[in-house]
């Protein structure tokens, strides 16, 4: 039995619904392809979407026509902008979701989306043809034929969930895992690792005291993840904050033995920024306190999410901890904690499309890349289904640098450094993150996702008004002020310096105490703009020194990745490059000397060597 259809996506998770949605909306007869249709679009950890460099990712997807951040409008519970007491380039959404709403969302628009067809199955083998995808083959012995896949796999690979000392061979949550696609993978030659994370108990609300804990409350007006719905209108529900103490800690350090973890029980690498427990307990022993966030997994729910604990302590352990904090001392346990491992792929196999190497139409996209989070998996598969489109078009890739989104940093940071533990975005990953900040995502992406055919025409109007509006304003602020007593008072009432002569409006906005309303009411020459307009407009002003020197740094970035390096380059021959980077830039193949900069292993000095080689031709000698 046999259909036909130009993409197939494998697995449903967050990853695999953005690729099967770009696809088919970019024309192309899809299939999706899941364990449990019950499980499409799943937050087996925390229900929550955003966070610090998370946001910028949801705000990049939905800037080019992706469904992550329209789905999170339409299903919050709680919304809040991180980082505000710090500087516009962290901030970050963050969204406490409705996790069965999100899911019944999302699945709805798999369903009623034209050129898609959705079925529950396992996938057990990809097949392939001269080098090439040609189709694949489920457990239950159905293959469908195509010229590209994009496999999404996530935590599925062979996972196995650990509590204690119970080990049991499954997906999270106890969906089924997926048992043949590791070996497949490694039969077509990609390179395989293990990883684990893991997650926290779930408890009851009605057994919590909640008013011994601190309330969390959403920011009213309430900011949205897309851009095309401004402010948003909701009910919003309150998080909760307690934390450990000296007891906790006691329970946890007396038990230590009993965790997988530090039994020897876990195979597998481990998530650096989002520990267990009792990995903090052990790493951070000199804090009396861990903060612990209890938030709601929905509105339909008695279930709580206890961010911070995630553990793979026994359920004894378990229990006498949670009990012994402010709020929690008769919780009822509605769901264990537990760590999980899994297969994934060493990334470096990948080239900058996320499509495998060595295998024509192979792309790969999620947490199989060995990345953590839902929306590091969402910007991926976002990717790799556009790109795997293009392809079956014959059109040349879409492909963001580290200087043009965060997306770019994340490809650019899988395919060329690799990751050799679970891998999250953060802000500081990004060099250029004062130019890529989440609010202006849409002035950076729109109109280059234009020729995708994912952006629609009221999105592309909606940009073009917002760019032309703040075009206007960059004008008018480069006029001169003249002297006036209404801008001698207001600057003497912000205690700033009255300037003697004339004055530019836009360097009086760069002054920090001044803000673009206030300038509206001493000059009416300037247009009113909505409250994110201005809040673009005073942050290119009050960072326009440093945005000038990011810019710069970005043309010297382009100036070394416009200088190629040949594919067939015999690194061994190159007099002067230290033996490491040899052996690194051989193995990686970097296309140029600005992905060659960025391989660990590769020093400032040993690119200088390349530039100059590059400078005599790569001719082999003595330089």
Do not use: W
Not at 35 to 45: F, G, Q, R, T, W
Not at 565 to 570: G, T
Not at 609 to 619: E, H, P, Q
């Amino acid at each position: 039995m046999s259909q036909e259809f130009d993409l197939i996506v494998i697995g449903g998770g967050h990853a695999g619904v953005e690729a099967a949605l770009a696809a088919s909306r970019m024309g192309q007869r899809t299939l999706l392809l899941t364990l449990n249709l019950d499980s499409i679009a799943l937050m087996p950890c925390n229900p929550a979407i955003g966070g610090t460099g998370k946001g910028h990712l949801v705000r990049e997807i939905d800037a080019m026509g992706g469904e992550m951040g329209l789905a999170a409008d339409d299903t919050l519970i709680q919304m809040r902008m991180l980082n505000t007491g710090k500087g516009p380039a962290v901030h970050s959404l963050r969204a406490q979701m409705d996790k069965r709403r999100y899911h019944e969302r999302i699945k709805l628009t798999l369903e009623t989306q034209p050129l898609l067809t959705l079925v529950q199955g396992e996938v057990t083998e990809i097949l392939t043809r001269n080098g090439r995808v040609c189709g694949v083959v489920t457990c239950e012995g159905l293959t469908y034929s195509c010229r590209a896949v994009v496999m999404a796999g996530g935590v599925y690979l062979k996972s196995r969930i650990l509590i204690g000392d119970y080990a049991h061979e499954s997906g999270p949550c106890g969906l089924m895992r997926s048992n043949a696609l590791s070996d497949n993978l490694r039969a077509l030659g990609l390179p395989l690792q293990r990883f684990k994370t893991g997650t926290p108990a779930r408890v009851k609300r009605g057994s919590l005291d909640l008013s011994k804990m601190e309330i969390q409350l959403g920011d009213v007006p309430t900011p949205a993840f897309s851009f095309l719905n401004g402010r948003l209108n909701v009910e919003q529900q309150p998080c909760y904050l307690t934390y450990t103490n000296a007891e906790t800690h006691r329970i946890i350090l007396e038990n230590l033995h009993r965790s997988p973890m530090y039994a020897g029980r876990i195979n597998a690498v481990g998530t650096r920024y989002c520990p267990s427990i009792e990995d903090k307990i052990v790493r951070f022993s000199d804090k009396e306190r861990h903060q612990i966030f209890i938030e709601p997994e929905g509105t339909t729910t008695e279930e709580m999410y206890v961010q911070g604990m995630s553990t793979s302590l026994p359920a004894d352990v378990q229990r006498d901890m949670l009990h012994s904090m402010a709020g929690l001392e008769n919780c009822e346990i509605m769901r264990l904690g537990y760590a999980i491992e899994y297969d994934c792929l060493q990334p470096t196999c990948l080239d900058l499309t996320l499509k495998v190497k060595d295998i024509d139409g192979l792309y790969t996209a999620g947490q199989v890349n060995g990345t953590s989070g839902y929306e590091e998996a969402a910007a991926q598969g976002f990717y790799a289904g556009v790109n795997a489109a293009l392809y079956l078009k014959g059109e040349p890739p879409f492909i963001l640098s580290r200087s043009d989104a965060y997306i770019g940093v994340l490809v650019d940071d899988l395919a060329i450094k690799g990751t050799p533990e679970p891998y999250r975005m953060m802000t500081s990953r990004c060099e250029y993150r004062l130019l890529l900040r989440q609010d202006n995502a849409d002035l950076r992406l729109t109109a280059r996702a234009r020729r995708l055919g994912l952006v629609s025409d009221a999105r592309y109007d909606r940009l073009m008004q917002k760019q032309e509006a703040l075009d206007e304003v960059q004008r008018k602020l480069g006029a001169v002020a003249p002297p006036s007593d209404a801008l001698r008072l207001y600057l003497e009432s912000i205690g700033s310096s009255v300037p003697k002569s004339g004055i530019r409006l836009f360097d009086l906005l760069k002054r920090p105490a001044v803000r673009y309303c206030d300038l509206l009411s001493l000059f009416s020459s300037l247009p009113v703009l909505d409250r994110e307009c201005e809040e673009q407009i005073e942050i290119t002003a009050h960072y326009d020194g440093y945005i000038e020197k990011q810019r710069e740094q970005i043309e010297r970035l382009h100036a070394l990745e416009s200088t190629e390096l040949p594919p067939d380059l015999d690194y061994s021959r190159l007099d002067g490059l230290r033996l490491e980077a040899r052996q690194k830039c051989a193995a990686l193949k970097p296309q140029n000397i600005g992905q060659a900069s960025r391989i660990s292993g590769v020093s400032p000095a040993d690119v200088a060597v390349l530039l100059i080689y590059a400078k005599k031709g790569f001719n082999y000698g003595t330089n």
